[in-house]
């Protein structure tokens, strides 16, 4: 399985564009890289999924390079309910096996 | 549409006792998945469903765990008997059937879990 890495925490001003990268060094052929965000007492819920280059959905984007060996979650103009954990997964069969420990996004006036 | 339901949202019970958790997936995903997530550590897979089948089932800490799918519907998750350790959040996910391996993964859609505190 590959195994992820992103950064445990950070801080963001509301208005601000939030970047979060994600390693994967080992992802294989058929993975597909996954994000999903979690707030307090809910479930993590998905935000966004891609194989390569860009996509983009009314949430975020996801860029990937054309090693694959990281992703990146771009949040435009975040505010204040975009606190939460977001979390990069690698999936291959449809389920994550690994959520890893997130990035926990603080987003302040 | 109704999203993934779980009951009970929390549950407090004694080391020794038996407790069940149930969880509703989305009309008409075949797969569902149990999580979890104990104090202070990473949300872990425990086991998935495919209809009424359990495909996966590599996650399950013992045998105290046992989950069923009759009729491939809703899902229960019962821990028989519960130690301090079992304490945590029970996430149940569904997803539709995937497409396949080589294309778009069906995204997992969670229920909020239910707290689980053995004391």
């Known amino acids: 399985l590959a195994k992820t890495t992103q950064p445990i925490s950070m801080d963001s001003y509301e208005g601000q564009e939030v970047n979060i990268t994600c390693s994967h060094n080992?992802?294989?052929?058929?993975?597909?890289i996954t994000w999903y965000q979690q707030f307090p007492s809910q479930g993590p819920r998905f935000i966004i999924q891609g194989y390569k280059t860009k996509v983009t959905n009314e949430v975020a984007s996801l860029f990937i390079p054309a090693d694959r060996k990281s992703s990146t979650l771009s949040l435009p103009r975040v505010s204040l309910s975009d606190t939460a954990v977001y979390y990069c997964l690698v999936v291959y069969s449809g389920y994550a096996l690994n959520f890893g420990k997130g990035t926990s996004l603080l987003v302040t006036p | 549409e109704a999203g993934v339901t779980q009951f009970p949202s929390h549950s407090v019970i004694e080391k020794g006792q038996t407790v069940t958790l149930r969880c509703d997936p989305i009309?008409?995903?075949?797969?569902l998945y149990w999580y979890r997530r104990v104090m202070g550590k990473e949300i872990k897979f425990l086991l998935h469903f495919v209809k009424e089948s359990k495909q996966d089932e590599s996650g399950m800490p013992n045998n105290r765990f046992l989950a069923e799918r009759t009729g491939g519907t809703y899902s229960t998750l019962k821990v028989q008997p519960a130690e301090l350790e079992d304490s945590g959040v029970y996430f149940c996910?569904?997803?539709?059937?995937?497409?396949?391996?080589?294309?778009?993964?069906?995204?997992?859609?969670f229920g909020n879990g239910t707290r689980l505190t053995v004391t």
């Open positions: 996910a569904s997803s539709q059937e995937e497409v396949t391996a080589s294309s778009y993964n069906s995204p997992l859609h």
């Open positions: 009309s008409g995903h075949d797969n």
């Open positions: 080992n992802i294989a052929t058929n993975d597909y």
